[in-house]
């Protein structure tokens, strides 16, 4: 059992298969840039490993700069190389550096913040003012974005495969959600439990583009990192909620394996046994209700979601199934929601392997006064003079 529960990992947006995909397949700069990559994530995961499990870094920095009332953000630039954080080079109130990844980074952070806190009510990725701190321009050709639990850090890319990794509202989302994530449950990064923690950081990533852009769950593309992929690969993005297994299927970064039902679910101990795999599961769930009550998805099915993580009934190895019994549980007593959306999220769980379809109940037609009717409005209709139904006696017949 991990003692240190979730804290052990960084999140990247970028996955291991991927960048093993490059390994196999790529150019010898290609090739390079993936190792270096591959190399820098599980550094900083060894890191993490060896931090104490009693105070998170996040924690560890709030005890020094103390609650916020409002957005503060730092970006930091580490100018190519591996060094962090960096040097300061945008605070809160500035105006635009001119660099296009600090300015993405500070813009992200700040959407990323208003989200949380206009919809949810939320101060902050903790929930107590925690100030928003980013590294932009961290290594060469570095090709992934993640949360240390401190801050975020973002790659510039290989600018062959991918372009910089700010480029993307939805991946800054879903990085910061992993911060929320953490802060809100104890999901261990391992298997359907790390595929939840995974799938959380998607839904808040899709949400915050979405909310950005004033998009109806039926305008949004529910695409996680569109934009993100350069110019040449076959893809859409890294991941499509809406129909998991079609981000993108290049013959350097491979074919998107995720799953969308249970039936294709992957047994593996790659990826932290399939973290970033197996969400799409969860994910194209999500896609469904939403689609499903329509309008704007974080106001119902999204808030849905939330009070499930704030519940405090998700624990550390929550898996589908009993996640999925708790958004329907929590679909009644989530302000603004009832029976309707309920009733889609069980259906979409029903959809993709997770729950139990259940079975419309079936009466006898000649033994209920609901199914009786519409046969005597009918009989009325076709041959009583005054479309009476009382015209009809007992047995069905004219008088």
Request: with cysteine; aromatic share 8%; glycine share 10%.
């Amino acid at each position: 059992m991990c003692t240190c529960r979730h804290r052990h990992s960084i999140f990247c947006v970028l996955p291991p298969y991927i960048l093993k995909s490059i390994q196999k397949n790529g150019s010898k700069e290609q090739v390079e840039a993936a190792i270096n990559t591959l190399s820098v994530d599980s550094t900083f995961r060894s890191v993490r490993l060896n931090l104490t499990a009693a105070v998170s870094p996040a924690q560890r920095e709030r005890r020094v700069l103390g609650p916020a009332q409002s957005k503060q953000r730092t970006i930091y630039t580490a100018d190519n190389v591996e060094t962090l954080p960096g040097k300061a080079v945008r605070t809160e109130g500035a105006g635009p550096s001119g660099d296009v990844a600090v300015d993405e980074a500070y813009d992200g952070l700040g959407h990323t913040f208003d989200f949380f806190s206009e919809i949810f009510d939320r101060n902050s990725i903790d929930d107590e003012g925690m100030p928003l701190n980013a590294t932009v321009h961290y290594g060469p050709r570095y090709s992934n974005a993640f949360w240390n639990g401190q801050r975020m850090v973002f790659g510039d890319g290989d600018g062959e495969l991918f372009n910089r990794f700010t480029i993307a509202l939805d991946v800054i989302g879903h990085e910061l959600g992993h911060g929320v994530t953490e802060d809100e449950t104890g999901l261990v990064y391992l298997f359907q439990s790390g595929a939840l923690n995974e799938h959380l950081s998607d839904v808040w990533g899709s949400l915050i583009k979405q909310w950005y852009l004033r998009q109806t769950s039926d305008q949004a593309d529910w695409l996680i990192g569109a934009g993100l992929l350069a110019d040449g690969v076959k893809g859409q993005a890294l991941r499509s909620m809406k129909k998991p297994g079609s981000a993108f299927d290049d013959p350097v970064l491979g074919r998107d394996p995720q799953p969308g039902h249970m039936d294709d679910y992957e047994e593996t101990y790659a990826d932290n046994g399939g973290v970033h795999i197996n969400s799409g599961i969860p994910n194209r769930a999500f896609y469904l209700a939403a689609t499903s009550v329509g309008g704007y998805a974080w106001e119902k099915i999204g808030r849905v979601w939330y009070e499930t993580i704030r519940s405090k009934r998700v624990k550390q190895d929550t898996k589908f199934k009993e996640f999925a019994n708790l958004t329907v549980a929590t679909a009644l007593r989530t302000p603004g929601c009832g029976p309707i959306e309920q009733k889609a999220i069980a259906e979409a769980w029903a959809e993709v392997g997770v729950l139990e379809k259940v079975a419309p109940k079936t009466t006898r037609a000649v033994t209920t006064r609901s199914s009786r009717q519409p046969a005597r409005m009918f009989e009325a209709q076709r041959g009583g003079r005054d479309g009476d139904a009382s015209s009809s006696t007992s047995n069905g017949s004219g008088r």
